[in-house]
C-alpha cells in the first residue's frame, strides 16, 4: 500500500474493449514500458459474449484461456504472456476506488497511486439488480447474473443442486441476454420459463413476424414463454429460492433464477471529474473522437456516449462491434491525431442460439419492414425501409458473404425497389 507507479497510458477496466485497445497501441508500435491495464476481474481480457454462449455449453463448452481477446475479432489471443511480451502492464484484481483528473492520478483500494499522461476510461457496465426496482426477495440465493467469468461459474455450479431439485429455472428478461441463457440452461437439461413484460422476445429489434420464429423455436425446445409478465417478487426457503410470484398473482415454481434486464454504465467514479451525460442513453460524454470534457481522457465501449455520426444521434452502444472500434478509434486519436476523424460507427447485433445465428445492421428507428426469405429452411431476414431508402436489415442463417452484403445495406442507404420482398437476399448481394 501507498506504492505510486506512472505510466503515458492508463487503460482503466480489463473488459472487452481494454483488449482491443492494447492490440491497437501495439500495432501503432507504442515502446515499451508506456502502457497499463488496470481491472479488478482475475483475469486479462476477454470476449465477454462468449459467457452467454459456449461456456454454458454441456459439453466442449469454452473456458480461459480459449477466449481471450481478440480471438473474436480476428486478432491474435492475448494471453496473460502476449501482455508481457508487449511490455504491457496489466494489473489484475486491482479495483480503482478514486479517480482524481486534475492530478491525473488514479488511486486503487491497495491505497496506490497509478498516475497517467492519458487515460481510457473503460469501465463498461453492469447488469440492473432486481433489488434496485425494490423486488422483494431479490436477495435471496439461487438468484444470478451475468457479466464476468466469476458470475458464469457461480450459474454453472448452481446447476446440480437445482435440478436434483425439480430443475425449474426462471429466466427473467426477453432480451438477447435472456435468449441466449434460456437456449443455455435448456442444453443442461433444465426445465426452463421466460418471464418478460414485453409482448414479444427482443421486441426493439424484432418484428413480430421475426419474434414468431425463435418463438416458436423455444417452444419446440421446451422453453416455457410468460409475455406480458413481470416478476413482483421471489419466495424462498431457509435463504435459497424456491418461487417467483408474478405480477398477475401467479406463482411459479423456481429453483433457479437469472435475470437479464439490463445494464448501467460504470461511471460512478468520474461524478464530478468529466462531463457525464444526465439522460438517456446516461454514460460519459465523449466526441466524435472518444474524447470526455477532459483533454487528456478518453472513454470506450460500453461506458461511452458517443456522436453516432450517421442518424445525427448520440448513443451508448453495450455491444462488441462497437467496444471493438471505439478502442481501435480512441488509441488512433491518442497516437496519430492528425490522420483521425470523427468515428463513424454503423449499429450492429448479432446472436447465436441452438443452430440458429442473426445479424443485424444499421437502423430500423420509423421504418417499414419487408420481410424475405423462408422461415422453414432457417434462412430470412427483413429490410426496414426509411422515406424509400434501405437503412437497415436483419438476416438468419446468412453466410459471411451474405452477412457482409447485409451490412453494405445499411452503409449505402439504397433505394428500395418495389419488389424488395421477392428480391429477398439478391438485392443485398448485388450492391
Ligand atoms: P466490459 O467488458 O464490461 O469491461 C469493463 C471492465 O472494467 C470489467 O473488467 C470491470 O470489472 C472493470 N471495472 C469496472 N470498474 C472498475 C474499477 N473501478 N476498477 C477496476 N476495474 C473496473 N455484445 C455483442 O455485441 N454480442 C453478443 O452476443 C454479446 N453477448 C454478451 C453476453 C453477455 C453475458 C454479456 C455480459 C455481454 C454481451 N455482449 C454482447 C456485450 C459485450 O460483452 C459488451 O459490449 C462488452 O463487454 C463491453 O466492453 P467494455 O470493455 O466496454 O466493458
Known amino acids: 500500500a501507498g506504492q505510486q507507479e506512472s505510466f503515458k497510458y492508463v487503460v482503466l477496466g480489463g473488459g472487452n474493449a481494454s ?24 483475469y486479462v481480457a476477454y470476449e465477454r459474449p462468449a459467457l452467454s454462449k459456449a461456456y454454458l455449453n454441456p459439453e466442449g463448452a469454452a473456458r480461459l484461456p480459449g477466449f481471450h481477446t481478440t480471438v473474436g475479432g480476428g486478432g491474435d489471443k492475448q494471453s496473460p504472456e502476449w501482455y508481457g511480451e508487449n511490455g504491457i502492464t496489466y494489473k489484475t484484481k486491482t479495483k480503482v476506488t478514486e479517480a482524481d483528473v486534475k492530478n491525473k492520478t488514479l488511486k486503487t483500494a491497495d491505497g496506490d497511486s497509478i498516475k497517467y499522461e492519458k487515460l481510457i476510461i473503460a469501465t463498461g457496465a453492469r447488469p440492473v439488480d432486481l433489488g434496485d426496482f425494490g423486488t422483494k426477495g431479490a436477495d435471496l440465493k439461487g438468484i444470478f447474473y451475468l457479466r464476468n467469468v466469476e458470475d458464469a461459474d457461480k450459474l454453472i455450479a448452481a446447476f446440480p443442486a437445482a435440478k436434483a431439485k425439480g430443475g425449474k429455472a426462471i429466466v427473467v428478461g426477453g432480451g438477447y441476454i435472456g435468449m441466449e441463457v434460456s437456449c443455455g440452461l435448456n442444453k443442461n437439461g433444465l426445465d426452463v420459463t421466460v418471464v418478460f413484460p414485453e409482448d414479444r422476445l427482443m421486441e426493439r429489434l424484432f418484428t413480430p413476424e421475426i419474434a414468431e420464429f425463435y418463438e416458436s423455436y423455444y417452444l419446440d425446445k421446451g422453453v416455457t414463454l410468460k409475455r406480458g409478465s413481470t416478476v413482483a417478487s421471489f419466495e424462498g426457503e431457509d435463504g435459497q429460492v424456491t418461487h417467483a410470484v408474478l405480477k398477475s398473482g401467479e406463482k411459479l415454481e423456481a429453483d433457479l433464477v437469472l435475470v437479464g434486464v439490463g445494464a448501467r454504465p460504470n461511471i460512478e467514479l468520474f461524478k464530478g471529474q468529466v462531463e457525464l451525460l444526465q439522460d438517456k442513453p446516461g454514460g460519459i460524454k465523449v466526441d466524435g473522437r472518444l474524447r470526455t470534457s477532459d483533454p487528456d481522457v478518453y472513454a470506450i465501449g460500453d461506458v461511452a456516449a458517443f456522436p453516432l455520426k450517421r442518424y445525427g444521434s448520440v448513443t451508448r452502444q453495450e455491444h462488441v462491434a462497437n467496444c471493438r472500434q471505439t478502442a481501435a478509434h480512441a488509441v488512433a486519436a491518442i497516437l496519430a491525431p492528425s490522420e483521425t476523424g470523427d468515428y463513424n460507427y454503423l449499429p450492429f447485433f448479432y446472436s447465436r442460439i441452438y443452430d440458429l445465428g442473426w445479424q443485424y445492421y444499421g437502423t430500423s428507428n420509423d421504418a417499414e419492414p419487408v420481410f424475405f426469405g423462408d422461415k422453414a429452411s432457417k434462412k430470412f ?26 451490412k453494405k445495406v445499411a452503409e449505402q442507404q439504397p433505394d428500395a425497389p418495389a419488389d424488395l420482398a421477392s428480391q429477398g437476399l439478391a438485392f443485398a448481394s448485388k450492391l
Open 381 to 406: 431476414g427483413t429490410y426496414f425501409v426509411s422515406e424509400g431508402k434501405v437503412v437497415g436489415a436483419f438476416l438468419e442463417g446468412g453466410s459471411n458473404d451474405e452477412n457482409a452484403a447485409l
Open 19 to 42: 483488449g482491443y485497445a492494447a492490440r491497437e497501441f501495439v500495432k501503432r508500435g507504442t515502446p515499451k514500458g508506456e502502457l497499463a491495464i488496470i481491472t479488478d476481474e482475475p
